[in-house]
């Protein structure tokens, strides 16, 4: 019944900007953490960033400066604000969410779609 959809991935040149939205619909009673993952072809799947339901958040080493995550409780949104992004920063970025369904008594995680940001000249 939880859905996250995906949106904002694009070709864009080194040194550009893009903005990656998540929107959790749903019987959602509460979200917990809410994260963005990263993969390129081959490689591993990595942590970019998280923020905590009190709005604390923690970025990996590589983007720290760069990248900002943000939410908007009232929409059930996650955003990753991406500046200066560079060609190492290519991959599929998935966001993650940590939730609570009015249906369970436990919180799972939830992936969405995947949506993928090429850097490139």
């Known amino acids: 019944q939880v859905q996250l959809v995906e949106s904002g991935g694009a070709l864009v040149q080194p040194g550009g900007s893009l903005r990656l939205s998540c929107a959790a619909s749903?019987?959602?009673?509460?979200?917990?953490?809410m994260s963005w993952y990263r993969q390129a072809p081959g490689k591993q799947r990595e942590l970019v960033a998280t923020?905590?339901?009190?709005?604390?958040?923690n970025y990996a080493d590589s983007v720290k400066g760069r990248f900002t995550i943000s939410r908007d409780n009232a929409k059930n949104t996650v955003y990753l604000q991406m500046d200066s992004l560079k060609p190492d920063d290519t991959a599929v970025y998935y966001c993650?969410?940590?939730?609570?369904?009015?249906?369970?008594?436990?919180?799972?995680?939830?992936w969405g779609q995947g949506t993928q940001v090429t850097v490139s000249s």
């Open positions: 749903g019987n959602i009673f509460r979200i917990n953490t």
């Open positions: 923020v905590t339901s009190g709005s604390s958040t």
């Open positions: 993650n969410v940590n939730l609570r369904e009015y249906s369970r008594i436990y919180s799972r995680d939830y």
